[in-house]
């Protein structure tokens, strides 16, 4: 069974970073695209980044673009995303996700088959 467990959510001050990892198991078959979903309370859940699996192939929401950064690690199943200058907008559940198809933007989650439980970012003022 496909497990994403996601970690290093915290509160930070605006202008502070975080780095958030998300740990990938139980796949028999590697995901071609993974990426990062983050949801503010009211709101709708958002796609902020992807990357593929094999290669080097980013993007980002325009929201985050150079303060963000998605990698990953395939020799330890985990996915990363380096959080820069942190704005309060920012706060939200942060969601790991993975999918066996291409980053296909703009991204919805139905294009996703497997969801971590999300760690929460909170930026302050």
């Known amino acids: 069974q496909v497990q994403l467990v996601e970690s290093g959510g915290g509160s930070v001050q605006a202008g502070g970073s975080l780095r958030l990892s998300c740990a990938a198991s139980?796949?028999?078959?590697?995901?071609?695209?993974m990426g990062w979903f983050r949801q503010a309370p009211g709101k709708e859940r958002e796609g902020v980044a992807t990357?593929?699996?094999?290669?080097?192939?980013?993007r980002y929401a325009d929201s985050v673009k150079g303060r963000f950064t998605i990698s990953r690690d395939n020799a330890k199943n985990t996915l990363y995303l380096q959080m820069n200058n942190l704005k309060p907008e920012d706060t939200a559940m942060y969601y790991c996700s993975a999918t066996r198809g291409s980053c296909r933007w703009p991204l919805i989650e139905r294009q996703f088959n497997y969801w971590g439980r999300g760690t929460q970012v909170t930026v302050s003022s």
């Open positions: 990357v593929y699996t094999r290669g080097t192939t980013t």
């Open positions: 139980g796949y028999t078959t590697r995901p071609v695209c």
